[in-house]
């Protein structure tokens, strides 16, 4: 017999014994507890389903692809894909104005009266080259 075979053997008479249940006599008094547990386990799957949807956004690798350009105040950037002007902050050693990249990063919530959107830069995931008028 394989050592797999032996632990399956033992977890089956172990729950069999936790779990098994006395039988016994029913009282005139008759519960539903269907409702109750139906609730019950609804509950536990939506906070479950919840937890898993926000750990798989919260562990998404953010990026952004566009052109690099030069401004006064540093470089800036416009993600092709929503269209929004990003001042460039973070790990901005590789990157060189003109060249369109893909940055992975994050989005830093805008503060003073500006209200320009920052993005964070971690790293250059991709580089393009020279971007084409």
């Not at 075979?5 to 006395?22: D, E, H, M």
Request: with cysteine.
């Amino acid at each position: 017999m394989t050592h797999n075979c032996l632990w399956r053997g033992v977890l089956i008479v172990v729950l069999s014994g936790v779990l098994a249940k006395p039988a016994e006599a029913q009282s005139g008094k008759i519960v539903n507890t269907g409702p109750i547990v139906a609730a019950i386990v609804g509950v536990a799957a939506a906070v479950v389903v919840v937890t898993v949807v926000v750990i798989h956004e919260s562990s998404k690798k953010r990026t952004i692809t566009g052109c690099v350009n030069s401004e006064e105040n540093g470089m800036s950037m416009t993600d092709e894909k929503d269209k929004r002007l990003y001042a460039l902050s973070g790990n901005t050693a590789d990157i060189k104005p003109g060249d369109r990249i893909t940055l992975q990063g994050k989005k830093v919530k805008p503060n003073g009266t500006d209200k320009t959107l920052v993005w964070e830069a971690k790293r250059v995931t991709k580089d393009f080259g020279a971007c084409q008028p």
